[in-house]
């Protein structure tokens, strides 16, 4: 197993990589769509991108990641001793239509599947992705974890406001889009969208030397902002392994997001898909209680045994990279800085004591 940081696209520089590297990471997953860029979401405060009806931001100009910017990003990040490990989530801009099943979806599986080969060229082996229409959307923020650090979590409600025209995943790809909302589609249609999607890339994915990882729901409820949710217990995740057995179809497993689920038990949910050899690369992060109930807390305080979780993952011989995901925001002035290695600390001792 290797450790890693995840690091959102206004990170991926200079000082990040060395923080990354002093707190004895090796492994870097990047965001490179931006989605910070709605006032909304204050990229200096906040751990993460908050879900909200005004969206993240606005989704990218379509053109894809190419691979002269993936192969000098590589060599920027392998400069500071670093792997470059996964790209996590595609811009919406290119798969707009393949969520929604718009006009573009056949126009758009073909983006998709030359930017997997772009990232096959590139020598990146996984690529994290999220099957979601809502996106993050119903979370709350609040004093929630240990010290009253602030951090998500959800109180007890869904957001049920539609989606407006022109927005996915939370972000805006059509300004120009006309008044309304998005149909409301059934489970099935939405696992149909997937089937679709999963058919035509892993194939792709399989000679591109691609790993895809699929990431939870967070929140893990059946409808958000009145669209059906994929993966919101934990079985679901068999059913997607199902629908395209291969082993580049593979999960981005996150346990918070597995733990706040009604069903099932994040041990054995561990056991059941490490076994398989299922786990692409692993969220490392805690919480207290399930949905609509939970908060997002230290490593060390919440539902979660994950020192157990590391013996079941060593056990299956997984050897992928965990990454923290999120973490409280601690109180001084670094607040991502101090929970990011106060997690990363925590990750690498118990590693050791492991091994
Ligand atoms: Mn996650």
């Known amino acids: 197993m290797k450790l890693g940081f995840g690091l959102y696209r206004h990170m991926l520089n200079d000082k990040h990589y060395r923080f990354a590297k002093q707190c004895g990471a090796t492994h870097i997953v990047v965001h490179l769509v931006d989605y910070f860029n709605n006032k909304n979401n204050n990229k200096e405060n906040a751990n993460q991108p908050i879900g909200n009806t005004s969206g993240w931001g606005f989704a990218g100009d379509g053109k894809l990641w190419s691979l002269e910017f993936l192969l000098d990003l590589k060599k920027e990040i392998n400069s500071y001793g670093l792997e470059l490990e996964a790209i996590e989530n595609f811009d919406p801009a290119i798969w707009h239509d393949i969520l929604l099943d718009g006009p573009k979806k056949e126009e758009q599986i073909e983006l998709v599947k030359e930017q997997i080969r772009i990232v096959g060229k590139a020598g990146i082996p996984v690529f994290g992705y999220n099957f979601s229409l809502a996106g993050v959307a119903s979370r709350t923020i609040g004093k929630y974890a240990r010290g009253n650090a602030e951090s998500v979590g959800m109180e007890g409600s869904v957001d049920e406001t539609p ?78 392994i199902d629908v395209k057995p291969s082993p580049n179809n593979r999960l981005e497993f996150c346990l918070g997001s597995i733990a706040e689920m009604t069903d099932g038990e994040v041990h054995d949910v561990t056991e059941q898909y490490s076994k398989q050899d299922k786990i692409g690369y692993v969220h490392f992060r805690n919480v207290i209680g399930k949905v609509l109930n939970y908060k997002e807390v230290f490593i060390d305080e919440g539902d979660i045994d994950m020192i157990r979780i590391l013996k079941i993952l060593k056990k299956n011989k997984f050897e992928g990279v965990l990454i923290p995901d999120h973490t409280p925001q601690m109180s001084c002035d670094g607040a991502w800085y101090a929970g990011m290695a106060y997690a990363m600390g925590y990750m690498k001792a118990a590693l050791a004591s492991l091994n």
Do not use: C, S
């Open 163 to 240: 989606i407006p025209n022109g927005m996915v995943w939370n972000m805006v790809y059509d300004n120009n889009a006309p008044e309304g909302f998005i149909p409301k589609i059934t489970h099935d249609e939405l696992w149909n969208r997937l089937q679709y999607f999963l058919e035509q890339i892993i194939p792709v994915a399989e000679e591109a030397g691609v790993k895809m990882a699929a990431h939870p729901d967070d929140p893990p409820v059946p409808y958000v902002r009145n669209t059906p949710r994929l993966v919101y217990q934990p079985d679901m995740y068999q059913k997607l």
